[in-house]
Each structure stands twice: as C-alpha cells, then as structure tokens.
C-alpha cells in the first residue's frame, strides 16, 4: 500500500474546505471496514485514506502548522498502514462504562495474540505493531493496531471466501464470517 507523504496532508483551510465531503466518504468507508466482534469488540481495517483522515483531523485539532509537525503524524500512522500481502486493523475494546473496563482491561491482557483470520483451512494470526508501548502483563490497552500477513494463497483464498475472523481468547470468544462486500473492500488492501 502506498505510504502518505506531508503533501497529501492538506493545509488547515484547504482541509476545512473539503473536510464534510470527505469526513462523510471515510464514514462510508469506515462502516465497509468495520467488524463487529461480539459486544465488547470491534476492528476497523486501516488504509491509505482512513490514516490520511486520521492526520487531517489530529492537525485540525492540534493546529499543526508546521511541516515538521506534520512529518512526524505521517511517520507515525505510515507504520500502521499494511505492506503488500497485509491487512491492518485497528481493534477496539468498545466499554463506555468505567467501571466494566476496569473489570475487562485486566481479563483482556494478551487479547493481541487471539485474533485470527479462518482462510480455508488456513490459520492466518495477528501480529501487534506498538507491542512495546501497548502490551503489559497485567492489564490491555483499550486499542491495539494488528497486522495480518497473507501468502499469495491465502490471498486468493479470502477473495474467494468463506473468510472468517475469530477471538479465541480464554475471556472472550467471537467468531464472525465477512460478507462480499467487506472481503471485496478488504482484498483491495493486499495490492494497492
């Protein structure tokens, strides 16, 4: 997948121009991307303009300016964006209530390494980026950024389907089978 630039990022008012167009597109977008995993659990499959949105609305926010400033979000979301062959998801811990995430987090931990793809009869598992920084042994992080790599023949298989996405984590369980659409949306990210 192409990495963004500092000169895809548009300039605050060039932004604020297109911004309710294109917050609406990613919206859209987001809703194909997005899986539901359970009641607790849902990841959104990242790509090129969900990352590019993500920057646009953190410079918007901080006022960013600066192109030093700009290089750096870039930097930073660049690595959450999936190599050829790869898909990347943002997994979220969806618990509004603070005290059910206080029970949860702590349960959770190493939620990271339960998270697979079913391809055939094919076991594709995640892989955490940020590792470091997100992963303690006695409580989650409420976001993990995951990365699946695929084999060309994993590949052909998920356009095919079936394609399953499942936690398997003692704590927690979901198992969920992609529509088309959502594996037509995400087979686009292996070659792009």
């Keep these: 997948m192409r990495k963004l630039a500092v000169s895809d990022i548009k300039d605050l008012r060039e932004y604020e121009r297109e911004r309710d167009a294109f917050r ?34 953190m410079a918007r926010a901080e006022k960013m300016l600066r192109d030093e400033q700009i290089a750096h979000e870039v930097e930073t979301y660049n690595q959450l964006l999936p190599e050829p062959g790869e898909l990347s998801g943002t997994l979220f811990i969806e618990i509004d209530d603070s005290d059910a995430l206080r029970s949860w987090l702590p349960r959770l931990v190493h939620i990271e390494d339960h998270v697979h793809f079913i391809v055939g009869d094919r076991t594709v598992s995640a892989r955490e ?41 003692p704590e927690y369980q979901a198992d969920v089978t992609l529509t088309t659409e959502q594996r037509s949306e995400l087979v686009g990210d292996f070659a792009a």
């Design 129 to 169: 980026e940020d590792a470091e920084r997100l992963t303690r042994e006695d409580v989650t992080s409420a976001v993990h950024y995951l990365k699946f790599a695929f084999t060309p023949e994993e590949r052909r298989a998920f356009a095919d389907g079936p394609v399953r996405l499942v936690v398997d984590h």
């Design 24 to 57: 609406s597109e990613i919206i859209a977008m987001k809703k194909r991307r997005r899986l539901s995993l359970g009641d607790l659990l849902s990841i959104v499959f990242e790509n090129a303009f969900t990352m590019r949105f993500q920057i646009q609305e």
